[in-house]
């Protein structure tokens, strides 16, 4: 009894510690809808920036607590800038688009981190005044904790407060409900914003400096972060500081009594407890449905139409140099070629999902790393050749999104996206933990091509000719009628129920396609590295896809396979050259976002369509002359 | 960026140095090595390994390089994903043309650059990868190992761990393949040994997510007498801050996996708790002349103490340059054949790759943590030679496939 009531502290005071900076992520979505990837990026600078006035400035004993409140600040000015000088270039831009922006600036601060505080881990002191224990029922409880978990509660409060009892808060409340009323209301929305951004980014670098008695600072802190943090705001309900509360203490009780019962499970209980929290409450504990329609935000008013006769000489041109690469290019040129048509597959079955179906995943690895596996269980333990295993990759890929999507259909906008990234993330642990059937994180070696594909070129062609003839199936299946029922569904579900389209069924009809395309780029992956690992299925892979897809613009279909193109490019080719390839990697990105906020292929077409409608005008002008 | 001009740099003061000994008029062709590690996922450890092996390469060079041609390397970041390590991999061998690979640290990562190896017949040497499957279940021909894997490393610390009385015994470990292996070899070496010994709990943290406060709480929950953890970085930090604000370890032995190593013993500081069994690098008090004069010419280079991943970086760095002398050419079949039995000199004495399982004897140093002006320390530490620890001959047969 008394252990259990100290563990009950123990899971409070974790709970607190996430509450803090999973508010700051709740209240800047709840306004700005921005999905603020950096957001854990703040929470580490946030505990780096204290460690350094602690160990560095030379005030002494009792200097953490001056140190904590500076960090806060430092870390608020820092997002002060962020939101300044890049968030508000693109509030107009579709709204996934900012979430790649934060992920450049994730890229950029972890070698920042780098540059700055050396590779070790930091250990700070312990807070003046609270390093020991008291004991409470014959159990000793760190004084430090005791604090946290008052502090929770006094940030609530102070919350509760400052949106209840002043006009500005009124004025963000008013913003998460209905932004546009607000807006013409005659409000200030940049200001609002900017005001928004930089509490939600004090109370991340508040979180990150009260680690620092807890335990290491170190790099991969903004990581490690994030993910919960999501979850925690979304079982919470977005832009609901008080669900999120709930939701921190359902996530610190669980981790702490789930060890104590399932001690092999730390990697996905809070996974599955919000996959079952979302299935049951598709709108988290405390959500209510969106305002805004999230499908219609995926298309941002541009319709998807066939392109130009002409374009398809382009494509033509792209084909024929595409068939002569191995005459043009080295073996090595062949095997990054390969890399990149199998992610331009795993991009555009991304994008029919998201950008055609409305129905963002954050977890798109899950059919990726399921096509692998099927792939390379099927060689290695039912011992097929290569040309029947690629069969069972997109098979397994089907499989998958059949079961998840069942499940992801009844939900919508980020709750849809989080479910999809719990599923991702128990297909991983799955991996990761069955090790007599995978191999666990030492993965299925040996996954080599049959004799006749094992050349560069060989496989190249292999490749070319799968991943470019789905590709071609997914741009007919676009503009097929289903593909229009789907766009349907995405810009208005409401109409499409009263013309009799039952859009819960098309979706599902979707995701099963996008996982079957997915599961085949994940058989041919795993045939191409010749091993397969639960990497593959990881939160990374997923990133990596949705990060292709926006690169390249998500309202067109070419977009996507240009933006896999892109993204691989500068991955293998930066990493070659430098240490630092995130930062550069990073402000690449950011400076991408920013000069195209439509990706990169719809602002070229965009320039094409202005150029063609100003030529004939100068051509009749000099037959006139 | 200025690290890989560096080996450039080297190679160049390589042909400088052996023109000078082969008369003028012919610079030799360098000798291209490829190397694959997590330099931008794991700095900790692959900066000190990285400074390890390009000070080996400099005195490679500088005496000669091999059989008057000077070595190169080409080294490359694998991300921290196996994908990209077998990406650049390959480039590695069809674009530069390197004549071997050399590196990694994580295991998965080491396995999946191994698999290439065996598949395009190229020989490969790991540096640091820890799972027993490298040379055993998934070994083969073509791959070479240097550090001493799982198994020993538990093997040492079995040996001090069966002398302590207790017997109620918990453990604490990551949850994935090194802690689990870890855990499971643990277990059956000391209960063989021990057959009163009770095992009361284990705890598998998730790496790098440690829930600190209810881990310990729940290990203190069972009461055991002694305690074995696997888990290390920033996990471990967190695990002992708790435990020792709770008590936890007062009147309990502790056996550590890899805790002595300054990589994960430096950021302790004080906190570091005295009387730990553990395996790690003495570094600054390993006084045997081999090691003395590593050290006075790592401190010379770099200025600070090298760390363990120093020493696996120059050792991996020497083992490739002695393949080289002994096979007498770049051709894999003849390096593969040389490997077998080679003997290198490394700054832990002589070691050699064992030809039955293409494991090095590298050896290891056990002992106890102690605080000192502040500081974690390793004292009453001795060195474990690999030769001891590693599985027998039957057991290799038995386990790894035959070539």
């Known amino acids: 009894m008394e252990f259990l009531f100290s563990q009950f502290l123990t899971g409070l005071a974790s709970a607190s510690s996430l509450f803090l900076v999973a508010s700051g992520l709740s209240i800047i979505f709840g306004v700005s809808r921005i999905v603020n990837f950096a957001h854990g990026s703040l929470y580490m600078l946030g505990a780096y920036i204290a460690y350094s006035l602690v160990e560095h400035s030379g005030l002494g004993g009792g200097n953490f607590w001056i140190a904590l409140p500076v960090a806060a600040l430092g870390v608020a000015l820092l997002g002060l800038l962020l939101e300044v000088t890049l968030l508000r270039k693109i509030y107009h831009a579709p709204e996934l688009l900012q979430l790649l922006a934060t992920f450049g600036v994730v890229l950029v601060v972890q070698d920042a981190v780098l540059m700055i505080w050396g590779p070790e881990d930091l250990l700070g002191p312990r807070a003046p ?497 | 960026m200025a690290i890989r001009s560096v080996s450039a740099a080297l190679g160049a003061m390589g042909v400088v140095a052996s023109c000078l000994f082969s008369g003028p008029g012919r610079a030799a062709e360098p000798i291209k090595v490829g190397e694959i590690n997590s330099y931008s996922t794991l700095p900790a450890f692959t900066l000190p390994y990285r400074n390890g092996w390009q000070m080996a390469l400099e005195e490679i060079n500088a005496a000669g390089g091999i059989n008057g041609r000077p070595v190169e390397v080409i080294s490359r970041d694998d991300n921290g994903k196996p994908g990209d390590a077998v990406t650049v991999a390959n480039e590695l061998l069809s674009r530069e043309n390197v004549s071997l690979l050399m590196g990694t640290f994580f295991s998965h990562i080491g396995l999946a650059v191994s698999d290439v190896a065996k598949q395009r017949k190229v020989l490969f040497v790991a540096a640091e990868p820890l799972t027993d499957a490298m040379t055993m279940e998934q070994g083969h021909r073509y791959t070479f190992r240097l550090r001493p894997p799982t198994r020993p490393q538990v093997a040492v610390l079995v040996e001090e761990a069966a002398k302590l009385p207790a017997k109620r015994w918990a453990t604490v470990a990551p949850n994935y393949e090194y802690g689990q292996s870890s855990v499971a070899v643990f277990k059956a070496m000391l209960s063989a040994r021990r057959p009163d010994i009770q095992w009361v709990d284990e705890q598998w943290p998730a790496q790098g997510k440690i829930d600190a406060g209810a881990t310990v709480q729940a290990l203190a929950r069972a009461q055991p007498e002694a305690i074995f953890n696997v888990t290390f970085g920033p996990d471990l930090i967190k695990l002992i801050r708790e435990g020792n604000t709770r008590g936890l370890f007062e009147g309990k032995a502790v056996v550590s996996m890899l805790t002595g190593e300054p990589e994960y013993l430096d950021p302790l500081g004080a906190e570091t708790v005295p009387g730990w069994i553990i395996t790690g690098y003495p570094a600054a008090q390993i006084d045997t002349p081999e090691h003395k004069a590593f050290l006075k010419a790592y401190q010379a280079k770099y200025g600070e103490l090298p760390k363990l991943g120093s020493i696996v970086g120059y050792s991996t760095m020497k083992s490739v340059a002695a393949i080289l002398a002994k096979a007498g050419s770049t051709d894999t079949e003849k390096l593969v054949a040389a490997a077998a039995g080679v003997k290198v000199a490394t700054p832990f004495g002589e070691i050699t790759y064992r030809p039955e399982d293409h494991q090095s004897t590298l050896g290891l140093f056990v002992g106890k943590t102690a605080v000192k002006d502040g500081k974690g320390v390793m004292v009453d530490w001795t060195y474990k030679r690999g030769e001891d620890y590693l599985p027998g001959l039957a057991e290799v047969k038995a386990r790894r496939p035959a070539d």
Not at chain 1, 172 to 180: G, K
Not at chain 1, 206 to 227: E, F, T, Y
Not at chain 1, 383 to 394: S, V
Not at chain 1, 535 to 542: M, Q, R, W
């Open chain 1, 129 to 625: 005044g609270l390093a020991g224990a008291v004991r409470l029922f014959h159990q000793a409880i760190p004084q430090y904790d005791l604090f946290l978990i008052s502090l929770g509660p006094v940030v609530l409060a102070l919350l509760w407060l400052l949106f209840h009892r002043t006009h500005w808060g009124t004025l963000v409340r008013a913003a998460t409900h209905d932004r546009d009323m607000v807006a013409a209301l005659g409000v200030n929305q940049a200001s609002l914003f900017t005001g928004v951004f930089t509490l939600g980014a004090l109370l991340a670098g508040l979180g990150g400096a009260l680690q620092l008695p807890r335990g290491a600072v170190s790099h991969a802190m903004d990581l490690q972060i994030i993910v919960e943090v999501f979850v925690v705001v979304v079982i919470g309900g977005l832009g609901n500081v008080f669900g999120a509360f709930l939701a921190a203490i359902i996530i610190g009780e669980l981790n702490a009594f789930g060890i104590l019962v399932f001690p092999q499970m730390t990697l996905v209980l809070t996974f599955l407890a919000m996959a079952v929290i979302l299935v049951v409450r598709p709108w988290g504990l405390r959500g209510k449905p969106q305002s805004l329609a999230h499908g219609a935000a995926v298309a941002g008013g541009r319709v998807l139409r066939r392109l130009p006769p002409a374009a398809g000489k382009a494509f033509l041109l792209v084909a024929v140099l595409l068939l002569a690469l191995p005459w043009l290019g080295s073996g090595y040129a062949l095997n990054v070629a390969t890399e990149m048509a199998i992610y331009a597959l795993f991009a555009a079955s991304l994008h029919l999902l998201s950008g055609i179906g409305g129905m963002v995943s954050f977890g798109h690895a899950a059919y990726f790393g399921l096509g692998s596996y099927g792939a390379a269980l099927a060689a290695k333990s039912l011992g097929l050749p290569m040309e029947l295993a690629l069969l069972a990759g997109p098979l397994t890929g089907a499989l998958g999104a059949l079961v998840y999507g069942w499940f992801c259909v009844r939900l919508s906008g980020v709750y849809l996206s989080m479910l999809t990234l719990a599923f991702a993330q128990i297909t991983y642990a799955v991996a990761f933990q069955w090790s007599s059937l995978t191999g666990g994180d030492n993965g299925i070696l040996g996954v080599w091509p049959s004799h006749w594909a094992s050349g560069p070129v060989a496989f190249y062609y292999l490749t070319l000719v799968v991943c470019g003839g789905s590709i071609l199936i997914l741009r007919h299946i676009v503009f097929s009628p289903f593909g229009y029922t789907l766009r349907a569904c995405r810009d208005s579900e409401i109409r499409a129920d009263a013309i009799g389209i039952d859009a819960r069924h098309h979706r599902w009809l979707a995701f099963i396609l996008c996982g079957f395309f997915a599961g085949l780029a994940g058989g041919l992956f795993a045939f191409f590295k010749g091993s397969v690992f639960p990497d593959s299925a990881s939160i990374g892979t997923s990133v990596d896809g949705l990060v292709m897809v926006l690169l390249g613009g998500i309202q067109t279909l070419t977009g996507p396979v240009v933006g896999a193109v892109i993204y691989t490019a500068l991955r293998i080719f930066v990493s070659t050259y430098t240490d630092y390839w995130r930062a550069v990697i990073g402000v690449v990105i950011i400076l991408l976002v920013v000069a195209f906020p439509q990706g990169i292929v719809a602002w070229t077409a965009d320039r094409f369509q202005a150029w063609r409608a100003i030529r004939p005008a100068v051509k009749t002008k000099e037959k006139a002359a």
